[in-house]
């Protein structure tokens, strides 16, 4: 067969750089300091420094990407600003610059705090406590929580009517990554409830992405040198960008000298939730702002910031790292879950999730319903297997008194489901009840929430969990990130299909069209795999999960099934190679595992397999050649502080063997001048590396088939 030439694309700043200086690809060993020095605070970790002077109030002045140098500020801004009781409150920032363009040092001497501006009156410097205090109940790859340094600003206001209202801006900045997270919190120590309307708790000036003479702000580039990323995001995108509910990119009419004619140039940044606009903090209640997470960027290459992404979730949510094998069964009774907890154990899966349509109930707090649970559960334990279940929240109707409400209407509807229960409602908070005491009672391992709140806003003001439209959304957000860090610090693994990784969830589908999963096996495959390709651009595999369907499901006919097994052991098993070899989970959906012995064994080989390659394989992915079914595709994971520096997954779509050569690029390997590749037979063959840290590499994948690799 005639050979091909096929070269990959691949560019990243980091050639720019010697790649021992690299955090993405070396260890980096220097660790965050906070530091005053004279009037500045210093928060510097040999990635990022951030500076702030104290007097006359607390201002941000330096903020630099060490990396590359780039520096982000153009202006000075407030830390924070409060809206009480329809009032705008400036926290620290200084007023009086001029020239928004630029900072020059010199003229800080003649900037000034306001009359009405809550006013800097000590700091506090610690060291990084959990956010969430996970107890890591499966395999996982990072089990550590993160470190590093924090320090709280605390404020004060110098009204008569604000005196007994502090205010606290923290910042957390982080071992090994440009990363430092800040949030807002306030008390209230008076004897009165107060009206917070908004709290805006990151407010930057930052240079602009680009500079265009016209232009709206919604036609023009945001600010690339810097990510942002909050705990408020939901809209079952499977993806964070559009999920998010709180960045919100604003022009700056005072920035008089830029060179938009409209003064249009989006470069002033502000986070707040947009639909929060009525809380009532009582005396002497707490109030949280969402935490903003501030990812320093070094390049536009995609490849690269999502390798950066992957990087600050597996630090902030270390949860996410925790992997189970686990199948998805359809039970009618007891004896088959029994069945299919005997099969995991016979086949080297973890864990068994009862699936939707299954005979659960979790929402059933009966004696008997927790006693029969509880004696699965037990069951499953003294064999070494999780068990777990799946529940219903969203889409569904309750009655028209725990409903949402419509603003418009004012009667139950208008929710993202069309019909859906208020969290803030009687039965919502039942809801949350009878969840907690199943866990308690029966000792359940895994939770799959289906439709968890979606950001729906309530106009009730009878249900007893908020008081009304303006508060509904936050109170309802509340309740369910309590609930989930109820269960995440109990040792309960969450798949929730939306973006709440950073308050305690573990897992979310790589995004999918669910009729696609009623095609034919050889239209799953090939959709499955441009499936990883995408849902693993910015996630890491532990995050995602794909679908297997055992029985029919959404319809299709009897090519779109692979029961019975056996009849359809080769498209079974590359399905499990296609996913595994991903190091993503998938939902093996059906009443069992294996069918024969022959069957029995494929499965079991698949897993013995995965497991020996699991570190690796749940390291992150670099996205080598999308699937397109007339070409090979597929992707390599990689890892530097592991012997396995890589891993590499082949597929070839067509009814031919293929051989192809390939540039294959090495550079997050972490290896600099020799590569081992050892093929799927053990046979190894060593290469050296170009000046651009590729390799050529000869790979053959046999006709409608893969084939692997592992880089030492």
Sequence with gaps: MKKNIVYLFFCFSAFAHAQSNDWLV???????????????IVLNNGLVNRVFIIQPNVACIDYTNLSNGQ?????????????????????????GQKEKAYLKLEILQNLHKNDSDFVFSKYTIAAIEPFIRWKPTTWVSNGKQPSGASIEFEYTSPLA???????????????????ITKWVSIDNHSNK?????????????????????????????????????????????????????????????????????????????????E???????????????????????????????????????????????????FMHLVSKNDQEVINAIDQCVATGYEAVILSFGSHLDMEDSSAANIKRWTNLTNYAHQHKILLGGYSLFSSRRISDKDDVVDIKTGKPGGAFFGNAPCFGSKWGLGYRDKIKYFFTQTKFDIWENDGPYPGDVCASITHPGHKGYDDSQWRQMEIQKELYHWLNERG????????????????????????????????????N??????????????????????TKYQGGTEDAVLEPLSEHLKDYE?????????????????????????????????????????????????????????DWDGWMHVNPQLKEKGLMMFFNPTQLPMTKNISLPLYYTGLTKEATIINSMGAAKKYTLNRDYTINFTVNIPADSYSWYVIE
């Design 275 to 325: 639909k929060a606009p009525g809380i009532d903090l009582a005396p002497n209640e707490n109030f949280k702002s969402v935490r903003t997470n501030e990812l320093l960027m070094d390049s536009y290459d995609r490849q690269r910031r999502g390798l950066m992404l992957k990087k600050m979730y597996r630090t902030l949510a270390p949860w996410t790292t925790q992997n189970p094998i």
């Design 161 to 179: 009517s604000l005196k007994d209202i502090v205010i606290k801006v923290h910042y957390e900045l982080y071992d090994g990554i440009p990363l």
């Design 26 to 40: 070396s260890s980096f060993t220097q660790k965050a300091k906070i530091t005053l020095e004279g009037q500045k």
């Design 574 to 630: 590359q399905l499990m190679m296609q996913y595994y070899g991903a190091g993503v989970q998938a939902c093996y959906r059906g009443p069992r595992l294996y069918d024969t012995e022959k069957t029995r064994v494929v499965v079991a080989h698949t897993i013995d397999w995965y497991k020996k390659y699991r570190t690796i394989l749940n390291a992150d992915i670099i996205q080598l050649r999308r699937a397109d079914g007339r």
């Design 71 to 95: 520096q982000l500020l153009r202006s000075i801004e407030p830390e924070a600003e409060v809206i009480f009781d329809q009032k705008i409150y400036k926290v620290g920032g200084l007023s």
């Design 193 to 273: 409830s107060i009206k917070i309307n908004r709290v805006v708790n990151e407010i930057l000036g930052l240079v602009e992405e680009e500079s265009a003479v016209v232009g709206k702000p919604e036609e023009m580039k945001k600010q690339h040198g810097i990510y942002f990323e909050t705990n408020y995001a939901f809209n079952n995108a499977m993806r964070y960008d559009i999920s998010d509910q709180t960045t919100h990119w604003k022009t700056d009419l005072n920035y008089t000298s830029q060179v938009n004619y409209n003064y249009e140039t989006p470069c002033l940044l502000e986070i707040y939730p």
């Design 529 to 550: 795999r441009q499936n990883i390709h995408d849902g693993t651009l910015e996630k890491i595999p532990s995050m995602a999960w794909g679908f297997v369907p055992l």
């Design 492 to 527: 309960v693994y969450i798949n929730a299909p939306d973006w709440y990784f950073l308050d305690g969830t573990h897992k979310i589908a790589l995004g999918y069209r669910e009729v696609n999963f009623s095609l034919s096996r050889a239209q799953q495959k090939l959709l």
